[in-house]
């Protein structure tokens, strides 16, 4: 457009006027105006090709700008989709922890009450064996303390028998006490 040609005026002015400087010098030097001439539009156009290439350069540069700003925004895009799905499945985490926790409090408690029933049982009937056993014992050791003083009864009856009988054939009185 009319802002390309400005633009090519003014880049071109330049270099232009530097080849006509350098071809001025150079007619000094022995160069004929056709060789100036021709040095001056080898420069010009060697300035142009520059400016083009420039151009091109610059134009190539903005676009491949424009191609990593676009990967960059769709990169950012994706990073907050990421972290989005990231804060979503850590809360569901929470939830589930949660919600396990409440449910082992759960289970855990109802078992604890399940064990200490059955430990409460199990205890009652131990006691209960025990004061049986016990009583057994009390019984078998009454028995046997009754057979075991009927007997000594007996023995000390006997010997009381023997003695007055060795008392009254050796014609001793009984003592006074009894025995």
Known sequence: G???????????RGPVDAWLRFAARRSRAGLTLAQAGGLAAAGAAGASISWLVGRRRNRDAAAARDAAVDAAGKLKDRVDEVEQEFFEADAAFEARTDALR??????????TDVLRG???????????????????QLEEMRDFFAAETSALKKTIAERDAELAAFRKAAGLKAPVGGG
């Open 118 to 136: 059955e430990l409460a049982r199990e205890k009652a009937g131990a006691v209960r064996a025990l004061e049986a056993a016990q009583e057994s």
């Open 102 to 111: 409440k449910e082992f409090d759960t289970t855990l408690k109802v078992r």
């Open 2 to 12: 009319r802002g390309d040609a400005a633009a090519a005026t003014w880049v071109f």
